[in-house]
């Protein structure tokens, strides 16, 4: 499984810049007389930046597992600070010696056309003096889940994590569910102004980047850098509209017909994750044990082979599920280009929601297995609007065996209710954090009053007007702060949304032929990034679409399946 290495040492291990330059050095020096040795550079190249990727992930993966453990942050900080900047000044060199051979033309075909596009891209913006401000930018990026993995909350006598507290407001007692709510509010508004700050930095420093490589604007920049080649802005804002007359009307149908079941005089926030029915919270499974083997019976009967690569994840203990005081908030895929194992990292306490994000970081796992075999590196680095694809696709088409984590029909039908309610509430929240960040970085100097004015008008204009706020406006006046993305990925969110498009489509298809629908699904990952995101989304059997009409037809779908 493991790829053979034929470049870098198996030995080596980086603790100084000295053990990874000789390697970078040789690749910058080396005569290359043919396309074949051209090609060959190119692999050696892939292999260092493989190992280096590697080598980098897992001080990231291990200093989130312990957030207390500052030998683990010293050593992701050491990566960040002394390597990757002197790295980053070698890759825009091996990038113009790509560009820059004669044998190019030789190799320059349909295969390398993405991976060709992106380096140039690349070129395009690099430049020296951001290469100090980027390592900046990274260690301070940290500084949100260092402040959040401190947030606990003490309830009946215990201290507990976020996470785990949220579990309360599924408790049938309306009395629990607003105490807790309150609880978990008001220990976020601890940190309001200190993570405020973070975010103020991290826009000065993010505008400095973008200045330095010619742009008015990060929004702009990031745009570029992002490389979104196939949709621009006005898509994006097309994206934010169609979800506002597509979406929008549904969710508040939602709210209303959840209210009306409830019987209550108005619907608060903590009325929101409560079984409508005030039914007892689903309890998928005990433990992440169970978890992990439930999931992995959904995912055989998908396909064998996708239960056998969590099987193989979990042989090597390539998953940290659960929740624990001084870990990192949130979950993640991290793929492993050397080890060609993933690793999945969540916060687990065992609930339903624990299971739709093991679906989908197990989503992620399988798309880095099926194309763990294409020979560069650059094949391998997906962008988000596939990337998520895969990821939310099998959120929906794992749902046909959740009978693996239900043992009765009203309960299946339950959790798969949430999980579409929980596919079309996203989307207005996606377009919110998306929008509110366009209109933050096109006015870098904003202060903290007028942020939180850009926020509350963004949220109006997309959030609900059935949910009473009404006493709790001081907790969605700083909303935006639960969102890692703002802070850690910076415009890294509307694809969740455009993949969410995409994945509806592809449990459309599944619904209607699920052989087809697998196979084609299954094409498409395996394709990595080696193609333009349309045509992976037409591989895959659906359009890459973000307009009015398409959106509503989805949408149409999606409430039919509700009832």
Known sequence: MKIQRNFINNDLKVEKWEDIKEYLENLLNREIKSSEELIKWWEDRSETISFLEEDLAWRYIKMNCDTTDTKLADSFNFFVSE????AAEYSDLLDKKLLESKFLSEIDNEKYFVAIRAIKRNIEIFRNENIPIFAEMQLKEQDYGNIAAKMTINYNGEEMTLQKAANFLKNTDRNIRKEVYELINERRLQDKEKLDNVLTELISLRQKIAKNADFDNFRDYKFSAMQRFDYNIDDCITFHNSIKEKVLPIVEKIHNSRKQKLGVDTLKP???????????????????DELIEKSIKVFTRIRPKYGEFLSTMKKNSYLDLESRKGKAP????YPLYESNIPFIFTNATGNLRDVETLMHEGGHAVHSFLSSNLELVDFKGLPSEVAELASMSMELISMSAWDEFFDNEEDLKRAKRHQLEGVLKVLPWIAIVDKFQHLLYLTPDHNSEEREKIWKETAAEFGSKIIDKQGYEKYFDSAWQRQLHIFEVPFYYIEYGIAQLGAIAVWRNYLNNKETALNNFENALKLGYSKPIPEIYKTAGIEFNFSAEYIGELMDFVEKQLV
């Open 83 to 86: 390597i990757e900047p002197k």
């Open 270 to 288: 903590y009325d929101l994750e409560v079984d409508e029915e005030l039914k007892a919270p689903l309890i998928p499974f005990k433990n992440t």
């Open 330 to 333: 949130g979950g993640f895929n």
